[in-house]
């Protein structure tokens, strides 16, 4: 059976783990085992930015990949970057093996509001679908309610749901029966 690795990277709660791995099984019908805790690498902290390469934890989660692992996503609390954007809420290669989502601007606390952990809980669910969306090869959505269409800010991730609409729907079903059997 296809398994899904999540690897919760720095101080990610239990119940928001267990949320992820239930949306993940849901919505892509994979096995999903929870890794232990890895440490996050301090090579990909950039001092200038004050933030956090996604590029460089990719490729550190690639190389460390378990070979029996299909897929391998990390929840991280930290702020990621890549290089041409300020910040990102997730990065995945698309249709490859990684994929990984920050909390860190998904909490109410980043824009001076009090916590809401079922808020929290909602956008880290939108951010998984889509980051593993990308890793099973779908692209940005048009259907501005489609897990799969492009956040750039908090209001429009808040704006989508957690949910792929039916287009997007059928091309995983399709990608998941001819590409990754």
């Known amino acids: 059976m296809k398994t899904i690795y999540l690897i919760p990277m720095g101080n990610i709660a239990v119940d928001i783990a267990q949320s992820v791995a239930l949306c993940l099984w849901h919505t892509f019908g994979v096995e999903v085992k929870q890794k232990e805790f890895i440490e996050i690498p301090d090579e990909a902290y950039d001092r200038k930015r004050m933030q956090y390469s996604s590029i460089h934890i990719l490729r550190m989660l690639h190389k460390s990949a378990p070979k029996e692992a ?27 093996k990684v994929g990984i989502v920050s909390l860190a601007r998904l909490r ?53 749901g957690v949910a792929l609409c039916k287009s997007c729907t059928l091309l995983l079903k399709e990608n998941m029966l001819e590409k990754y059997k």
């Not at 930290?78 to 490859?96: C, N, R, T, W």
């Not at 909602?122 to 692209?139: I, N, Y």
């Open 70 to 96: 299909f897929r391998i996503l990390a929840l991280i609390d930290k702020d990621l970057f890549i290089p041409v954007l300020s910040f990102v809420y997730g990065h995945a290669q698309f249709e490859g």
């Open 108 to 160: 109410q606390e980043f824009y001076g509001f009090p916590e809401d952990r079922e808020l929290l809980t909602t956008r880290t669910l939108k951010e998984v679908v889509h980051e593993t969306g990308h890793m099973f090869g779908l692209t940005h959505c048009n259907d501005i309610t489609c897990a799969m269409t492009l956040s750039t800010n908090i209001r429009s991730l808040d704006r989508k």
